[in-house]
């Protein structure tokens, strides 16, 4: 048994080799520390979901030859935008051209299960070795009760390292094990996103989205109609040949409403709007997976003796941009420049490895998760945005590209009208002023 603790031991466990685990595990390893990356999944990405782009800053930070490395890419996202749905309608507001379209384009469409195997098999080339099919269930301490390893679920799975890296995802079983926070996800600060990946040649979605070739691709977030008007944000993106549609929608809309995903899913691609772009296509895939929105109110502690966090399991994501695969890597490759520097110093207490948060504190992932901090309980509090306002806008343009040979003045006062007959003038103002809060972080 003796001999068994001594094989797998290790300076470094990474568990979940996800967008963070994979990070933090290539970067540990680069240094040449001794890394185990455990993975539950058959291969990694196995079990992983998203929308979904991932970003060049962050993949490039990693690896400065990212691009060279043959990365399993979709189409790049050179046209992005707000698509406002009403009963029958929708205003699009896209952006292509300029910033979007600028070399090296910053979010490129990608499918997990591709992907995650690749980026953990850049991990193995950094020296890393993987544990795939195999599930961490506890920690395991030393005499004094520090964590030194953790136990898998297998006979014989003890492995030890004086610093282990969580990046176990929304589920944060672990974390919440080792008391790192306090509360279990609350079902008005998750969301269920689900969605279908809808198969059709490149050269349809060439044609039903404008563009000339495959080196062009969409990521667009839709509200109103999407989530029946209720708190939710959803998604189009565009692959090579698939188009990825989707929402989230949080638990406790879900619940109270008595919602089934599957039926809002259908609902949507069913819309006027949306129906034609997805006419004819395969389905390929329907999955689901959480979001953390929660954000700053439920990151847990980010460190304690021998033991860091990152990416979803510390609640590192913001919803509105779409940003938690960038903050899942910046995450995890701080707290692999911890775990190296806790090696130099030969220093594992919570103490040295607290430089991982203030390093976090220097970068968007801290800032911005501050910054956003309200923003979930602004649009559960706000419902407005996503009933109201989008209809308002769809009436509003709809209106003003309808107004020929009508003096203008009129055409104001019955955009005016249209939209104190839904909410007072006042209210409107204060809606405006919330946001602007929501968003500054006031
Ligand atoms: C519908 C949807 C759309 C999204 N769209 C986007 C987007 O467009 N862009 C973006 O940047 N982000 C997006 N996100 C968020 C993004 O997917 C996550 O923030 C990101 O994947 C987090 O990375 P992670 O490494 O922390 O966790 P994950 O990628 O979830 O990886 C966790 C890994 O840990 C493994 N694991 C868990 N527990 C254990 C255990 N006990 N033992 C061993 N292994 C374990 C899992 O199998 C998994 O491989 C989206 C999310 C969803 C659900």
């Not at 109270?256 to 296509?281: D, F």
Request: glycine fraction near 10%.
């Amino acid at each position: 048994m003796a001999q068994r603790a001594e094989q797998l031991k290790f300076d470094v466990i990474v568990v979940g080799a996800g967008m963070a685990g994979s990070s933090a595990a290539a970067i540990a390893a680069r240094a040449g520390l001794k890394v185990a990356l455990i993975e539950r999944g058959q291969t990694p990405g196995g079990k992983n979901y998203f929308g979904g782009a991932v970003y060049t800053h962050a993949l490039q930070e990693i690896y400065p030859d990212f691009f060279d490395r043959k990365p399993p890419l979709e189409r790049p996202v050179t046209e992005a935008g707000f698509w406002f749905l009403t009963k029958d309608g929708a205003t699009r507001l896209n952006v292509q051209g300029g910033h979007l379209d600028s070399q090296p384009i910053d979010a490129y469409v990608a499918l997990r299960a591709k992907f995650d195997n690749w980026w953990a098999e850049q991990a193995q080339k950094e020296g890393a070795l993987l544990i795939p099919k195999t599930v961490v269930v506890d920690f395991l301490r030393d005499e004094t009760g520090r964590v030194n390893g953790v136990q898998a679920d297998r006979p014989q799975g003890e492995v030890y390292a004086p610093v282990t890296i969580l990046c176990e995802g929304v589920n944060n079983l672990l974390t919440q094990k080792l008391g790192l926070i306090d509360h279990d996800l609350a079902p008005s600060r998750v969301a269920l996103g689900v969605k279908q990946l809808i198969s059709m040649p490149a050269d349809t979605i060439n044609t039903r989205f404008g563009f000339p070739d495959k080196t062009h691709g969409l990521a667009v977030s839709v509200v109103g109609d999407v989530s029946l008007g209720l708190p939710g944000l959803g998604f189009i993106y565009t692959g090579e040949e698939f188009l990825s549609v989707g929402l989230g929608i949080n638990l406790d809309v879900l619940a109270e409403y008595r919602l089934k995903p599957y039926e809002i899913l259908k609902r949507y691609l069913s819309h006027p709007a949306i129906a034609p772009l997805v006419a004819g296509g395969k389905l390929m895939e329907y999955g689901a997976h959480l979001i953390p929105e929660g954000g700053w109110h439920d990151m847990p502690k980010l460190f304690t003796d021998g033991v860091l966090v990152a990416g979803d399991a510390a609640a590192m994501v913001n919803a509105l941009h779409w940003e938690g695969t960038n903050m899942a890597i910046v995450a995890g490759k701080l707290a692999a420049e911890a775990a190296i520097q806790a090696h130099r110093s030969k220093d594992f207490s919570a103490k040295s490895l607290s430089q991982y948060k203030d390093a976090l504190q220097h970068r968007f992932v801290l800032r911005d998760l501050w910054q956003y901090r309200n923003f979930s309980r602004f649009l559960h509090n706000h419902p407005t945005f996503m009933n109201v306002y989008p209809t308002f806008v769809n009436e509003t343009f709809g209106r003003f590209f309808t107004a020929y040979g009508k003096p203008k003045k009129q055409l104001f006062k019955e955009i005016l009208g249209s939209l104190t007959s839904r909410r007072p003038l006042y209210r409107a103002a204060g809606d405006v002023i919330s946001f602007a809060r929501a968003m500054m972080g006031w």
